[in-house]
């Protein structure tokens, strides 16, 4: 399994960005699998921020991001999203993409002014 992230960047406080993940190479369809965005801030331990179950009917945040970011997937286009909203510094991190045993490489959010 194979799982490609991409959309990170720098924003400033208050701004969006969208994460996508892009997956492949699933034993079973990727609609199979319930599937999660994680994050890593220098110093901390990863920790779970959104999970998606397999057909998209249930979510599930940290209380940090709830009512700021939504995940949602595309089962016809193997992917699944992190909308980020009125972003904070204390959301700077690397966010991983995790489904069916498998992690992405991870992509850098940065929020600063």
């Known amino acids: 399994v194979e799982l490609v992230e991409s959309g990170g960047g720098l924003v400033q406080p208050g701004g969006s960005l969208r994460l996508s993940c892009a997956a492949s190479?699933?034993?079973?369809?990727?609609?199979?699998?319930?599937m999660s965005w994680y994050r890593q801030a220098p110093g901390k331990e990863r920790e779970l921020v959104a999970g998606?179950?397999?057909?998209?009917?249930?979510?599930n945040y940290a209380d940090a991001v709830k009512g700021r970011f939504t995940i949602s997937r595309d089962n016809a286009k193997n992917t699944v999203y992190l909308q980020m909203n009125n972003l904070k510094p204390e959301d700077t991190a690397v966010y991983y993409c995790n489904g069916a045993g498998s992690w992405g490489q991870g992509t850098q959010v940065t929020v600063s002014s």
């Open positions: 190479g699933f034993t079973l369809t990727f609609r199979s699998y319930a």
């Open positions: 998606i179950s397999s057909a998209g009917g249930r979510t």
